[in-house]
């Protein structure tokens, strides 16, 4: 069974940027849609960014201008980058990716803080 693994968590001051990245650790089978949820403490995980194979990209309003999603389809890896940061961007961030097969594939998630 294959692995998500994200990286490029970490403390950031706001207005900071940070990139996260996520990268498959074993073969995923025609990945199709990628993307970035984030969890709050004490929050729903909500859908931050994604991208589909013809890199058709969709973000949650709160991020707009400031997030960019994009992919390496080759490499099965997605990235986001996180530019004019707010402490309300504190959370963690899973990565998601989905198969024309419909099999969901989860991260384990990467910390991101954002103090003020």
Avoid: H
């Avoid at 990945?31 to 403490?41: E, K, L, V």
């Avoid at 960014?49 to 997605?78: L, P």
């Amino acid at each position: 069974q294959a692995q998500l693994v994200e990286s490029g968590g970490g403390l950031v001051q706001a207005g900071g940027s940070l990139r996260l990245s996520c990268g498959a650790s074993g073969r995923l089978a025609d990945i199709t849609s990628m993307g970035w949820y984030r969890q709050a403490p004490g929050k729903q995980r909500d859908m931050v960014a994604s991208i589909t194979r013809r890199e058709s990209r969709n973000y949650a309003d709160s991020v707009k201008g400031r997030f960019t999603i994009s992919r390496d389809s080759a490499k099965n890896t997605v990235y986001l980058q996180m530019n004019n940061l707010k402490p309300e961007d504190t959370g963690v961030y899973y990565c998601n990716m989905i198969s024309s097969y419909s099999t969901i594939y989860w991260g384990q998630g990467t910390q991101v803080t954002v103090s003020s």
